[in-house]
């Protein structure tokens, strides 16, 4: 991926900051979206309701019932083994943030960046695309963010002066 000076973007009342339209993908759907570039973010990290826009079962808390107890309620409702549990599409994980700790559900997904200058001409031309990569959905957070684990393989380079940044592919050791 190779994105040279695409400029910041103002997004609502924010200040212009870096953003990048992406596409995010799941085998159930996709949501087109801004990504706020978070370089203090370790993951890629969207509010919790893009996981039911592209079709995520949300993850719950595993509930240990003590054995007799479970077994008085499986007798109560007839049924004669205990039940698989439901299936799920991701895992929760407790996640440190700048406002406290979180619990997030974890999913692999597909990701799509567009060409910015392309996109502002009414054209989606792919620049890089992520087959799978760990998406954490956050209650509490307000907008998508690329964090750290996004740009591992890459160099980022931020000019807040001109408002530009560019990303471009890490050369080899």
């Known amino acids: 991926m190779n994105i040279i000076d695409y400029p910041f973007i103002k997004i609502g009342k924010a200040p212009s900051r870096p953003v990048l339209f992406i596409r995010l993908m799941s085998p159930k759907g996709f949501q ?3 990504a706020l570039i978070d370089t ?24 240990r019932w003590p054995v007799r107890a479970l077994r008085r309620l499986m007798r109560r409702i007839g049924l004669a083994r205990i039940p698989a549990p439901l299936p799920t599409s991701g895992t929760t994980k407790t996640m ?3 406002g406290g700790k979180v619990d997030a559900c974890v999913h692999d ?16 031309i792919a620049v890089h695309v992520v087959p799978a990569i760990p998406v954490y959905f956050m209650p509490s957070l307000q907008e998508a963010l ?11 380079t931020i000019d807040y002066k001109d408002k530009r940044f560019s990303i471009r592919q890490a050369s080899p050791p």
């Open 109 to 124: 997904c597909g990701l799509q960046v567009w060409n910015t200058h392309e996109y502002f001409n009414g054209k989606i």
């Open 32 to 34: 087109d979206l801004p």
């Open 146 to 156: 690329l964090g750290v684990s996004f740009f591992n393989e890459h160099t980022l």
């Open 96 to 98: 440190r943030t700048a």
């Open 40 to 63: 203090g973010a370790a993951q890629c990290c969207l509010p919790a309701g893009f996981a039911e826009i592209l079709g995520l079962i949300p993850t719950q808390p595993k509930v």
